[in-house]
């Protein structure tokens, strides 16, 4: 398993930005299909996006296109989720997830959207 860390959550009023960012353990990071997914209260874990090891593929959910973007810094072995026009719906726990064999997933981190 590959050990991931999020940051970068927090509270964010509607129409604002935050940046995810996801920290991981192993330099396979970078031969690795990364994805973020959220799950908000009572409702099932979503994929929000994912991105191919180098960066030049990404999938968005339709809920977030046009106003999240997924990066990576294979050197840092980091991943990113830019969140801009943030709205209620997308309060949520957000995770970092991927696969080697076995799924690795963060502990997640908090963002809520709220007036």
């Known amino acids: 398993q590959v050990q991931l860390v999020e940051s970068g959550g927090g509270l964010v009023q509607p129409g604002g930005s935050l940046r995810l960012s996801c920290a991981a353990s192993?330099?396979?990071?970078?031969?690795?299909?990364m994805a973020w997914y959220r799950q908000a209260p009572g409702k099932q874990r979503e994929l929000v996006a994912t991105?191919?090891?180098?960066?030049?593929?990404?999938n968005y959910g339709d809920s977030v296109k046009g106003r999240f973007t997924i990066s990576r810094d294979n050197a840092k072995k980091s991943l990113y989720l830019q969140m801009n026009n943030l709205n209620p719906e997308d309060t949520a726990v957000y995770y970092c997830?991927?696969?080697?064999?076995?799924?690795?997933w963060g502990q997640g981190t908090q963002v809520t959207v709220s007036s």
């Open positions: 991105i191919s090891n180098r960066g030049e593929s990404t």
């Open positions: 997830n991927t696969y080697n064999g076995l799924w690795s």
């Open positions: 192993k330099n396979e990071f970078i031969f690795l299909r």
